[in-house]
Each structure stands twice: as C-alpha cells, then as structure tokens.
C-alpha cells in the first residue's frame, strides 16, 4: 500500500475539467496574491488557452495535470497535517484540559473503593409505547 496514489493516466473529462477550472482559477489567485492588472489578464489569457485546449483535444493538458498535481501533493499532505494539529491543539486539548481540571468523570472511570460494584440497574421503560420513541 502506497502513501500517495498518483493518478498518471487522467481520463479526457478530467482534463476537461481541468482545463475550465484553470480558466477561473488562474486569474482568481493571481487576484488574491495581489498581482496588478497586468498579471491577472495575462493569467486569464493562460486560462483561457488551457480551457480551450481542454475542450478541443485533453491529452494536451496531461503533462500541466500531471506536473501541478506533483507540485499540489506534497503541499496538500503539509497543509493537512498542519491542519490536523491546529485543530487538536486548538480545540480538543483545551476542552481536554478543561475537563481534567474542572474533575468531570462523564464515563465514570475513576475507581471508587467504597463501592461493592459497578453494576447499574436498567432502567425499565413505563409503558410498551415508548419503545417507538427511540429518539
């Protein structure tokens, strides 16, 4: 089993799809990352070209699929580990944290010398009804 999987054959409407997300997505970041005039109307002339080579013969945007996807991959695994901490560290170790100090036992694990055993009775339902009420 491999880490990452490659896709080194895309189909034709992969590419296609490629190449119509490349005529807004070009000139949409290139806006976003500040680039005067200029660059975004050049980035969108790209994009164009890359749509309508898309549509008119795929195979062409094989090796522009094939080259960002190997530069996008290793970004992507970054950006997700990267992600995957923010959020551990951010979210669930302060509630973590948070339960540890304020004492909360919500699975009951904490032993209990005093108690015989652990047993809890089952609460029995107060009429047949009720078991159609499952929420």
Do not use: H
Not at 23 to 40: I, N
Not at 47 to 55: C, I, P, S, T
Not at 81 to 94: D, N
């Amino acid at each position: 089993m491999k880490l990452i999987e490659f896709n080194w054959s895309p189909t034709d409407r992969q590419l296609r799809q490629f190449g119509v997300i490349c005529l807004f997505a070009l000139p949409a970041l290139s806006w976003l990352w500040g680039g005067g005039t200029t660059l975004v109307m050049s980035l969108a002339v790209v994009g164009l070209f890359l749509a309508v080579a898309g549509l008119a013969a795929p195979v062409v945007l094989k090796p522009v699929f094939l080259a960002m996807t190997i530069v996008a991959t290793p970004i992507g695994m970054v950006v997700g580990e990267l992600a995957m901490r923010a959020i551990y560290f951010g979210v669930f170790l302060p509630i973590g944290l948070g339960f540890r100090i304020a004492k909360r036992d919500s699975l009951q694990l904490r032993l209990d010398q005093a108690r015989d055993s652990y047993w809890e009775t089952k609460k029995q339902p107060s009429n047949i009804a009720s078991y159609y009420r499952q929420s």
